[in-house]
């Protein structure tokens, strides 16, 4: 009798569709990030605002968080999940995996 390989991490139901219609599991899933130059940047699919200040905008995504930092960051419209954020952007960090916490400023 074959042993079946027991896999620890299953793929979700947006890659698998990905896998089939030929489009990022992102994308199925509602999230998307588009940059403007580098100062301005688009993303869809946010649902939650977890810090704000002019140095950095922390994002939940669902399961794992964005972090853009730069300086004077702002937003300058969030609706539906869509947020929109103008300023000197630095850098993205794509953080999580699991639960994403709020953090709490000081």
């Known amino acids: 009798m074959k042993k079946r390989k027991i896999h620890s991490e ?3 139901f947006a890659e698998l569709l990905s896998g089939f219609v ?3 599991a992102d994308l199925i899933s ?6 403007r130059g580098r100062n301005e940047l688009v993303l869809c699919g946010c649902r939650e ?11 939940n ?8 930092g730069g300086r004077r960051l702002t937003m ?3 609706s539906d999940g869509r947020i929109s954020i103008r300023g000197e ?4 960090d794509y953080c999580g995996g699991g639960e994403v916490e709020k953090k709490e400023e000081k």
Do not use: K
């Open 10 to 12: 299953r793929p979700s």
């Open 30 to 35: 509602g999230m998307s990030l588009e940059m």
């Open 49 to 59: 605002i977890l810090c704000y200040s002019p140095e950095m905008i922390s994002l």
């Open 61 to 68: 995504q669902g399961g794992y968080c964005i972090l853009i």
């Open 89 to 92: 952007i630095d850098r993205i």
């Open 22 to 24: 030929d489009v990022p």
């Open 76 to 78: 300058s419209s969030y």
